[in-house]
C-alpha cells in the first residue's frame, strides 16, 4: 500500500516538472497582451511604478491595468470623499396638502363653516398646495385651517409628503467628474444607436463617473464605464472648477448648471456641496448671469400667473428655505414635485427640501449665484426676461 502511494507521488512530481519546463520555454509572444522582451522576464506586477518595470513585461493585468488608466478609470473607482446631507434637514414643521378642486371656498372660521359662510375663494390653478396646521370635525365634515389662517374642506385636500434626495457634502474635491442618473438609462458598447445595447441598465439617483463624453448625431453622450456609454440627457454632471467666474469678487460663490441642471458651492477654492436642482422651463427660463442673495426668508408663500388665461397659475403655502437672487427668481425648498433634474420652474432653482435647508444655513446676504448655460441654448437677453417666480 506504501508502495503504491510513494509511485502516485513520483508521478505527480514527474508531471508538474514537465510541465514548468514547458512553461519556461515559451516565447514572450506566447503571453497574451506580451511586448517584445525577454522569454525569461516576468510580469510587471499591477499597479508597479513605471520606473520600477525595466525588467518586467507590460503584459496581462498590469498592461490592462495601464490601458484604463490612459482612459482616466481606475480600479477600484476614485471615491468621492463626501457625505449626503443630514437627513435631520429634510424634517420641517410643516405638513403639506394638495388641493384636488378647480375651487375652493375659504372661510374665516369654524362657525363660519357651520353656516356655510364663506369670505373667499382659493381660485383655480395647476399647482395648489396648502400648509396643514390644524383639523377639525365640524358639522358639515372635515376641515383644515391653512397658513392664512383661512378653513378649507378636507374634502378636497390630499396630503402629501416631501422627497427625500440628498446631494453630497464634500469632505475634499473631486479631481475628476462624477454625475447622477436622472432616468432610467440603457448602455450601448460605443456612443450612438448603431450597435446592440450593452445589457446594462442605469437607475434613477444612481451615482457614476463620467470618463469621457462625445457628440453623435447631435445628442451628446457620456462613458460612465469602461465600453458603456449613455445619452448625456439621462444624466446630470458635476464638473469640479474651483476657479472664480468673471464678475464673483469673493470667495463664496453658488454656481448654478443650466445644461446639467445641477448646483455646486464653492469657497476658498473648494467644492463644498453639489445636488440635483429644477429650473426654469421653456419659456419661463432661469436667466444667466452674476447675481447676489439679497434676501433669506425660512419659509414664505409663493403664487402668480404669466399667461393671460391664468392657465399657469401655481399657489403654494410655506415654501421652505428661501435664497432670493434675481428679482423673484430664488433658490429654495420644492415639496410639490419630485422630478430634480428636469426643468420645471417658473424661473426659480428648485431643490430637495434637506439640500436647500442645507444651502440656506450655509449662504448669506451678498453672496454670488453664478447662473450659466454651457450649452448656450438658454437665451442670455434681459429683455426676455420678467420678475420670475418658484
Known amino acids: 500500500m506504501l508502495r503504491r502511494y510513494i509511485l502516485r507521488i513520483l508521478l505527480l512530481v514527474t508531471i508538474l516538472s514537465s510541465l514548468l519546463a514547458a512553461i519556461r520555454v515559451q516565447p514572450a509572444s506566447a503571453v497574451e497582451g506580451a511586448g517584445a522582451g525577454n522569454a525569461d522576464q ?36 476614485r471615491p468621492i470623499i463626501a457625505g449626503r446631507t443630514p437627513r435631520d434637514l429634510a424634517v420641517i414643521p410643516f405638513q403639506y396638502g394638495v388641493v384636488t378642486k378647480d375651487e375652493n371656498l375659504l372661510y374665516d372660521s369654524l362657525d363660519e363653516v357651520a353656516k356655510d359662510n364663506s369670505t373667499s375663494v382659493l381660485p383655480s390653478g395647476r399647482i395648489k398646495y396648502v400648509s396643514l396646521k390644524e383639523a377639525a370635525e365640524t358639522n358639515r365634515g372635515r376641515y383644515y385651517k391653512i397658513a392664512t389662517g383661512k378653513w378649507i374642506s378636507a374634502e378636497y385636500v390630499r396630503k402629501v409628503g416631501v422627497q427625500n434626495f440628498q446631494g453630497f457634502v464634500f469632505k475634499k474635491t473631486p ?88 448646483i455646486s458651492v464653492y469657497e476658498n477654492g473648494s467644492l463644498l456641496f453639489s445636488t440635483l436642482i429644477s429650473s426654469g422651463v421653456d419659456p419661463f427660463f432661469t436667466k444667466p448671469g452674476v447675481f447676489q442673495i439679497y434676501k433669506k426668508l425660512e419659509h414664505d408663500p409663493m403664487s402668480g400667473t404669466f399667461e393671460q388665461d391664468r392657465s399657469d397659475y401655481y399657489y403654494l403655502e410655506d415654501v421652505p428655505y428661501i435664497l432670493y437672487y434675481d428679482e423673484l427668481r430664488a433658490l429654495h425648498g420644492a415639496y410639490w414635485h419630485s422630478m430634480l433634474g428636469y426643468q420645471l420652474s417658473h424661473g426659480c432653482v428648485n431643490l430637495s427640501i434637506a439640500d436647500a435647508h442645507w444651502l440656506y444655513n450655509w449662504a448669506n446676504v451678498g453672496d454670488y449665484v453664478y447662473v450659466v448655460d454651457p450649452s448656450g441654448k438658454t437665451p442670455t437677453d434681459p429683455a426676455l426676461y420678467g420678475e420670475g417666480g418658484v
Open 42 to 77: 516576468a510580469l510587471c506586477l499591477p499597479g508597479a511604478d513605471l520606473l520600477e518595470t525595466n525588467n518586467c513585461l507590460q503584459a496581462g493585468p498590469a498592461a490592462r491595468l495601464q490601458e484604463l488608466a490612459a482612459l482616466g478609470i481606475s480600479l477600484p473607482p
Open 175 to 262: 479631481d475628476f467628474i462624477f454625475g447622477w442618473v436622472i432616468n432610467e438609462a440603457p448602455a450601448y458598447p460605443t456612443p450612438g444607436f448603431t450597435q446592440p445595447k450593452t445589457g446594462r441598465i442605469y437607475n434613477r439617483f444612481q451615482v457614476v463617473h463620467v470618463y469621457d463624453s462625445a457628440v453623435v448625431d447631435g445628442n451628446e453622450w457620456v462613458m460612465v464605464d469602461l465600453g458603456q456609454w449613455i445619452e448625456h440627457r439621462n444624466m446630470a454632471r458635476v464638473i469640479p472648477n474651483t476657479i472664480k467666474p468673471d464678475g464673483v469678487n469673493a470667495e463664496r460663490w453658488v454656481e448654478v448648471n443650466l445644461y446639467e441642471q445641477v
